[in-house]
């Protein structure tokens, strides 16, 4: 089944479960990956997350609800799933811009969000900078944590707290020499994702070194990368504040031009954030394990 056939048969599901509870992990099934892989992958493509999406759908439908039957509004919002009125007549005037009992009245203007679906889009007005490579298994040292897909703490956040309490430095003066098969422009600490199983709608996430001969791994959690065959993009040279943009272009364009026509798939969405520069200019690495597409 190739990738575009497994985004749209997860919308599929939740198209069909509206009405009712929508569970995460049977979302990720439909499309053969992770809660947290799905999530990721339907943000970058769309530029709306999952549970704004859901929510949209549902307020459309209950728009149209409201304006073609003799529904109670209370009905109405208990079909939707919301738990009261108020909730729900909190959300429809965010979404639509009037409350519940107005939508009846002719005229109204209200919001509508159609069903996606996911179609290649041919593009090519810009080059993608990647290169596929095999590597045989690595190993790498640092500050672990296990974030939830349904919110709380972020990586963004376990960043920055993780600079202004020093554990970044350290990390960096504990990781000694590059190993001499990386690439000496990179810089000492990096961060990767999904590289081993956690609780249902969890990803573990690892600001990380490459581990060398002079590194000190003693105190940090170490793992062991397997070897993968790694499809790794790489961004033009950009100024550190443009960091934010460039690598969500990075990851953007993976997962809405490159992966749906390249013939691979992610394995178990591990991922690798890499960068590297000298003087004023960086660059940022996007490295994901992938594995071609049995015919």
Request: contains cysteine; aromatic residues 14%.
């Amino acid at each position: 089944m190739d990738w575009l056939m497994r985004m749209n048969r997860a919308l599929d599901y939740i198209e069909m479960n509206l009405i009712g509870e929508i569970e995460l992990k049977e979302v990720a099934r439909c499309a053969c990956c992770s809660s947290h892989q799905f999530q990721r992958m339907f943000s970058f493509i769309t530029n709306v997350p999952l549970a704004e999406y859901i929510r949209r759908r549902r307020l459309t439908l209950a728009a149209i609800e409201l304006q073609n039957s003799d529904m109670k509004v209370v009905d109405v919002a208990i079909k939707y799933g919301y738990e009261s009125p108020v909730s729900f007549a909190r959300a429809f005037q965010a979404l639509h811009g009037i409350n519940p009992g107005m939508a009846r009245q002719e005229g109204s203007a209200l919001k509508a969000y159609p069903r996606l679906s996911f179609l290649i889009s041919i593009k090519g007005e810009k080059a993608m900078n990647y290169r596929i490579e095999t590597k045989e298994s690595f190993h790498v040292f640092g500050i672990e944590r296990v974030f939830s897909v349904n919110g709380g703490e972020t990586p963004g956040e376990f960043w920055k707290q993780s600079h202004a309490n020093g554990e970044v430095k350290r990390l960096s003066e504990h990781a000694g020499h590059l190993p001499t098969s990386i690439n000496q422009d990179y810089h000492k600490v990096h961060a990767v994702c999904s590289y081993k199983k956690t609780e249902e709608d969890t990803f573990p996430y690892m600001l990380c070194a490459f581990q060398s001969d002079s590194s000190k791994a003693d105190g940090y959690t170490r793992i062991t990368i397997p070897a993968h065959t790694w499809a790794i993009f790489s961004s033009d040279p950009f100024n550190w504040d443009q960091f934010d943009e460039t690598i969500d272009s990075l990851y953007k364009r993976f997962f809405s031009e490159w992966l749906p026509t390249a013939g691979y798939e992610q394995v178990d969405g591990m991922e690798f954030e890499i960068t590297g520069g000298k003087e004023e200019l960086y660059f940022v690495e996007l490295w994901f394990a992938v594995r071609k597409i049995s015919s």
